[in-house]
């Protein structure tokens, strides 16, 4: 192995000679330190300095190209990077040739780098996440760099070979041994797996402070021997450097954050990497005082730098485990941004829920009981804490699936890059708005930005106010559109029992299963329509006129109603006769929920005067907006200025347009369209089986199951409702009620749902029907 190996003497005079006619380097000759190559630094007349390296013979030659190739490699991949660069034979070969004595010396020629090593000196916080950033250049500088020597060759340093040093474990102190074996054996059963898979390539392997050139800021300025290079996990590159740089003065968690900091901000690192760096850490550290005993076996007494790291070595792997290795993965998790991992979920769910009482009131208001803890979203699927999975037919917020991975992608990349507000010009929130303004047409050219559902209807009926002189409002029965006062006064499904509000008047829901007109009327649309008429008269009556009317054009909260052909049209033509505006509500029947169009508006053939947007447009992340006339808008601006902090932040703007193009590019709305229609097929089909279906409507991916006692008296099903729900979630199928009287499965999945989703669900009713 080649670290018993000495550097080798030969006649000075010759070599000297040697140097001038095949290098043409005449100059002063001055000894450096070096493990098993005989170095000197060749100062020239004219100033000029090399390292003349005479390379043990036992070198392999191919090793020692490597090493010429690799810098030559990385002159041209990251010229600026401070390594020594090749000098090569006055004709052109990359080594020279020593022969004395018919032994033949391989030769080396570098540039000399201007600095001193490090050695014993501390870096400061900024050098050492410097340092980092080097090392991390140093990977990129030689990632595409093929060279079969480091992997074949066998350097005793070579983390790969760590287990041949077991047996000297034995040399060291007694109240070490056991530490150092548990360290082996973590490595072996641990480390060694976990590294099969991590990217590999060459790596310099040696960064340490003897190897390291400060330049006059403090900075490492340099860094030179390329002899011990390996092909191995990049990681190692930063283990090593790391492990080496550790010093009895400096507070080694500080050193190891901010070098896996400066490391991370170049190179990011891969979570299996942040992983084994500290072991990585203790067995780099290890490698000293086992290869002293090595060397120790071999007659070789520890001379140099070598002395020093093997002084410090077991004492820093103690202080280390005094920090303790937890906290140490928990800083470098955190230096290289991955969130800490998550205590293991220890909480049962009724601990949680005590919990959550304590400091988020006594009154719970979530679904099932017990209710669900939930974990991970992907897809339609959700994850309890039990492991169990979930189809999930309820939840539109996540729009386009769970955690879909481009959005989250476009989240995180975005909240890594900038997340401002719209007081600066940002390209996000315009390219938004552009694409938003695309979709909605009908002259609606003018977005501003908020972050709900409630705050885009709230500022649309500010507008609505502001452009009508009006200060009546009309919106349905049962509806659902906010929390915020103004809002609330659009609600009546907050409080059924409760709900006044002086200056909104109520329209009669467009149901043709329970209402007054049935589809079987052929004016039915045309019919509810004209039930706007006297809530109109009435506003009008009290003064205070229609500034606007707020509809969800899925008619969620009132059981997913197939709403008559022409309803909607009738509607907003009596609220513009009146003088009012149409604020479509697009929070659930918008960004192709409804399958047959983009917004539901346009299922219907209206054109709104305003759109507003929250829930789905994100994904998840809080996204709203009002889109609106132009004029609308400016007349609104007249009372003064509109900004809301978040609205329209970058992050916010890159999850909205990262979930346009899934939907456009997953061919979304059409898959709403296809899918919604199977299983309502499907559903319907169910009808013959169970007497309790009465009805089974919707479109798109939002569909209503009305349960009934009997079909023909249609007395509502509330209590069975509650225990189908109960009993689907057993299924493993996730579904919510809904309406006035509690008695409608609301259907309602994220988009990407597809017909094999539908068969489950479809089956999971008509199980659970049975068993109810
Ligand atoms: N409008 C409709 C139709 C909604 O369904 C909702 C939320 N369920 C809102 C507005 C309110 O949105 P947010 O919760 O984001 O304020």
Redo the contacts with the bound molecule.
């Keep these: 192995m080649l670290a018993t190996l000495r550097p080798p003497s030969v006649d000075s005079e010759a070599l000297k000679a040697f140097a001038a006619s095949v290098y043409g380097l005449v100059g002063a000759w001055n000894p450096l330190e070096g493990e098993r190559d005989r170095n000197f630094r060749v100062l020239s007349a004219a100033g000029a300095s090399v390292v003349f390296k005479l390379c043990h013979p036992a070198e392999g030659d191919s090793v020692l190209l490597c090493q010429a190739e690799a810098l030559e490699h990385i002159a041209a991949t990251d010229p600026s990077l401070p390594v020594p660069r090749l000098i090569r034979t006055r004709d052109g070969q990359p080594l020279g040739r020593f022969i004395q004595e018919n032994i033949s010396y391989p030769v080396m020629v570098l540039s000399w780098l201007d600095g001193q090593v490090l050695g014993e000196a501390n870096l400061t916080s900024p050098g050492l996440y410097e340092l980092g950033r080097m090392l991390a250049r140093l990977g990129l500088a030689l990632r595409g760099f093929v060279n079969g020597a480091p992997a074949t060759r066998d350097l005793v340093w070579d983390i790969r070979h760590v287990m041949r040093l077991a047996p000297h474990v034995d040399a060291l102190p007694p109240e070490d041994r056991a530490l150092a074996r548990s360290i082996l054996a973590r490595h072996a059963e641990v480390t060694v797996p976990a590294m099969r898979h991590m990217r590999s390539q060459i790596v310099h392997g040696d960064v340490h402070p003897y190897n390291a050139l400060v330049a006059s800021d403090g900075q490492i300025g340099g860094i030179i021997d390329f002899g011990d290079m390996v092909h191995g996990a990049l990681i190692l590159e930063l283990a090593n450097a790391a492990g080496d740089f550790l010093t009895p003065l400096q507070d080694p968690a500080e050193t190891i954050f901010e070098m896996v900091r400066g490391f991370h901000s170049v190179t990011p690192l891969e979570e299996a990497e942040a992983d084994v760096l500290v072991d990585l850490i203790e067995v780099r550290l290890l490698m000293t005082p086992l290869i002293d005993a090595l060397k120790r076996a071999n007659g070789i007494a520890s001379q140099g730098y070598f002395e020093n790291f093997n002084g410090r070595s077991l004492p820093m792997i103690h202080e280390l485990r005094r920090i303790g290795h937890d906290r140490l993965h928990g800083l470098v998790r955190r230096a290289a941004a991955f969130p800490p991992r998550p205590p293991r979920s220890s909480s049962d769910a009724a601990e949680l829920i005590a919990r959550r009482r304590k400091v988020m009131g006594e009154k719970l208001y979530v679904f099932y009981k017990p209710p669900l803890h939930i974990v991970k979203g992907e897809g339609v699927w959700l994850t309890a804490s039990d492991g169990r999975r979930y189809l999930d037919c309820y939840n539109?917020v996540p729009h386009v699936g769970h955690c879909h991975p481009y959005v989250t992608a476009a989240i995180a990349r975005q909240a890594a890059t900038l997340n401002t507000n719209t007081r600066y010009i940002t390209d996000q929130a315009v390219d938004y708005a552009e694409r938003l303004v695309d979709l909605a047409g009908d002259g609606l050219s003018s977005v501003v930005f908020v972050?709900?559902?409630?705050?885009?209807?709230d500022l649309a009926w500010r507008m609505a106010k502001a452009f009508t002189g009006h200060t009546g409002g009309l919106a349905m029965d049962f509806?659902?559109?906010?929390?915020?006062e103004a809002?609330d006064a659009f609600?009546p499904s907050n409080s059924p029992e409760h709900w006044t509000a002086p200056h909104i008047r109520l329209l009669t829901p467009p149901d043709i299963y329970r209402g007054p007109f049935g589809a079987d009327d052929p004016q039915v649309g045309e019919r509810y329509a004209a039930l706007a008429d006297a809530p109109i008269a009435e506003l009008q009556e009290k003064g205070l006129g229609v500034a606007a009317a707020m509809i969800?054009s899925?008619f969620?909260?009132n059981g997913i109603l197939d709403a008559p052909q022409g309803y909607l049209a009738g509607i907003v033509d009596r609220v513009r006769r009146a003088g009012g505006l149409f604020i479509a509500?697009?929070?659930?029947?918008g960004f192709g929920r409804m399958g047959t169009a983009f917004w539901g508006h346009r299922h219907h053939g209206v054109a709104p005067d305003f759109i507003?947007i929250?829930?789905p447009a994100g994904n998840g992340h809080?996204v709203?907006a009002v889109i609106t006339r132009p004029e609308i808008l400016a007349h609104f601006l007249k009372f003064g200025p509109f900004f809301s902090t978040f609205g329209g932040n970058n992050v916010a703007c890159a999850a909205g347009i990262a979930v346009l193009d899934v939907i456009r590019d997953e061919n979304l709305v059409e898959n709403a369209r296809v899918t919604g229609t199977y299983l309502r097929e499907g559903l319907a089909s169910l009808m013959h089986k169970h007497a309790l279906i009465g009805d089974v409507r919707g479109v798109g991916l939002a569909t209503g199951v009305e349960l009934v006692r009997d079909r023909s008296s249609k007395e509502p099903a509330p209590a069975e409702t509650t225990r189908l729900l109960s009993l689907l979630r057993d299924e493993g199928v996730l579904i919510g009620g809904e309406g006035k009287h509690g008695n409608i499965l609301k259907i309602r999945p994220p988009i990407v749902f597809t017909r094999a989703h539908a068969d489950i669900a479809v089956a999971a009713v008509d199980r659970a029907l049975n068993r109810l």
């Design positions: 539109n972050n709900s559902g409630s705050e885009a209807n509806a659902y559109h906010g929390v915020s809002i609600s969800d899925a969620m909260t509500d697009e929070v659930q029947s507003t929250g829930k809080p709203g």
